[in-house]
C-alpha cells in the first residue's frame, strides 16, 4: 500500500532498468519504427527519399560531413542528458533514504 500512495519510491535498481531501455531500446525501436513507417506508407517513402535526395545534391562534401558530424554529436549529448537525469534521480532517492534513516 505504501507503494501505491508513494509512501515507498522505486528502488534505484529500477531507475537503472530503465535507463537501459531508454539509452539502448528507445534508438533503436525508433530507428526500427521509422523504417516501417518509411515501408508501410507510400507519403512518408516519398517523402523521404525526395528529401534525402535534394539535401545530398545541394550539399558539399564538407557539409555532408558536417551534418553527419552534427547529428552523431546530438546522439551523443542526448545519451549523455538521459544519463544525467537518472543519476539526479538516483541520487536524489539516495538522499532522501539518508534522510529518513536519520
Known amino acids: 500500500m505504501d507503494f ?15 535507463y537501459y ?3 539502448l531500446v528507445s534508438p533503436i525501436g525508433l530507428w ?7 515501408k508501410k506508407y507510400k507519403l512518408m517513402n516519398t517523402t523521404y527519399e525526395k528529401g534525402k535526395e535534394l539535401l545530398w545534391r545541394l550539399l558539399s562534401t564538407k557539409q555532408k560531413m558536417q551534418f553527419v558530424a552534427f547529428y552523431i554529436l546530438f ?4 545519451e549523455l542528458f538521459w544519463r ?10 539516495q538522499m532522501r533514504d ?3 534513516q536519520m
Open 32 to 38: 526500427l519504427f521509422l523504417a516501417w513507417l518509411i
Open 4 to 18: 501505491l500512495t508513494f509512501k515507498t519510491f522505486i528502488s534505484t535498481e529500477a531507475l537503472i532498468l530503465f
Open 98 to 100: 539518508a534522510l529518513l
Open 84 to 93: 544525467m537525469l537518472f543519476e539526479f534521480l538516483i541520487g536524489y532517492m
Open 21 to 23: 531501455l531508454g539509452a
Open 75 to 78: 546522439f551523443f549529448f542526448m
